[in-house]
């Protein structure tokens, strides 16, 4: 691949892998132990197991991690990345970046021209890594070369209400040009605004400031806006009216999943509202009454909600459920969350029924930056296709061999984290003997806070050549 002056086609996905720790607890047996009702968790989160690490790992080696897999699994040689850009909010280090970190993978290759460093916005950083790659592959800093994008994070909280609503986790994602996912250019909507809905003053502890109530009605707020202004520029670019059946999926950052099915509805409501009386009539008779809604006042109405989300529960089923496969069996993994989602559909379907599909992705993160984004699957690249999906056909069966721990031990491995975060120096006490080959640890930390990692034996298998 040689320089080039113009556009390179197709930009886009050409693989993707998911490293989740090995560990989890139920959300089932968290319930009895924090002395809660029966499915607080379970059915009014949404939440199944929730993943969790020791301090064997942080970020870095989360990251270190994830992208060796991916590397090795797909046969990338590391001199044909052109850039490297993580997107994060676990911070370890308030100067160096952990892309900095990662460097350590491409020593022997001698590549150090690599540009990019660390992108952060609570949940948003990795989809912003994921646009500046697009945008370096669509400019004439391009070299024809690759981009890597890593989005990750461990999704920590005190002990109490949000607890629950953890989780961890790194998506590691190859970008390039004649990808079997393309990003449709031109239509992507952003809303950015001021508020202290979820953010971290504390940089020596792990655990945030939460606003919930605030924090839910900026998160459907934003989706609102996005949503609409998504709908306003397929209008203007090409005469698209955008609606829920424009789309084959639609993909939503998972805080837990029962608020992503409350999303899809919420989408739904805007449709509504856009909708004239007469269609309404005939596709959502029972929603007619709600076409008046003006959107900033129903964040917390029960009784439209309820409507909503009734008259979406088959759209859920057909286009959002799958994409929460992970999420409910892992958590929030706040900047990996979305790009878990889209895995979890990308593993549901078999390639025939995936090729030529339209997914619509909302990413948010509190502070607050969103987007709404798509992405085609691409009918034109089904041998691409297969290799990106043959990297991520084990992702069930990695996710039922996790070890489970029962509450008690999560509560001590969690009160271990809190009380040795930032900790120099340091020697993690955590099992090695728990983590999956080919896993990186934290073996060190030296009294300057210089951390030294280490891997487990075993490798990712070779799939195929990018």
Known sequence: ???????????????????????????????????????????????????FCSDREDINSLSLTVVRNLMEKHNIDYSRIGRLEVGTETILDK???????????????????????????????????????????????????????????????????????????????????????VFERGL??????????????????????????????????????????????????????ITLESFDSVIFHSPYCKLVQKSLGRMLLNDVIRMSE???????????????????????????????????KDTYNRKTKSSVFVANQVGNMYTASVYGGLISYLISKPITELLG???CLFSYGSGLQASMYTIRVSSESSNSLVGLLSGISNVQKKLESRLEFIPEKFAE???????????????PIGSIDDLNPGTYYIENVDEMHRREYARTKGASISLSNH
């Open 95 to 181: 100067s160096k970046s952990v892309k900095t970190v990662l460097m350590q993978l491409f020593e022997s290759s001698g590549n150090t021209d690599i540009e990019g460093i660390d992108t952060t916005n609570a949940c948003y950083g990795g989809t912003a890594a994921v646009f500046n790659s697009i945008s370096w592959l669509e400019s004439s800093a391009w070299d024809g070369r690759l981009a890597l994008v890593v989005a990750g994070d461990i999704a920590i909280y005190a002990k109490g209400a949000a607890r629950p609503t953890g989780g961890c986790g790194a998506v590691a994602i190859l970008m390039g040009p004649n990808a079997p996912l």
């Open 188 to 241: 992507r909507s952003t809303y950015s605004s001021h508020v202290y809905d979820f953010y971290k003053p504390d940089l020596e502890s792990e655990y945030p400031r939460i606003d919930g109530q605030l924090s839910i009605k900026c998160y459907l707020n934003a989706l609102d806006k996005c949503y609409n202004l998504l709908s306003q520029k397929a209008a203007s670019k090409n005469g698209e009216a």
């Open 357 to 359: 599909n339209r997914l």
């Open 278 to 312: 007469k269609d309404v009539a005939e596709k959502f008779p029972d929603l007619l009454s709600l076409q008046g809604t003006k959107l900033e006042e129903s964040y917390f109405d029960r009784d439209i909600e309820k409507k909503i989300m009734t008259a979406s």
């Open 1 to 51: 691949m040689s320089i080039s002056g113009s556009w390179p086609s197709n930009v886009g996905i050409l693989a993707i892998e998911l490293y989740v720790p090995n560990s989890f607890v139920s959300q089932t047996e968290l319930e009895k132990y924090d002395g809660v009702s029966a499915g607080k968790y379970t059915v009014g989160l949404g939440q199944e197991k929730m993943g």
């Open 413 to 427: 491995m969690m009160l271990l984290r809190e009380n040795t975060h930032h900790k120099a120096p340091y020697k």
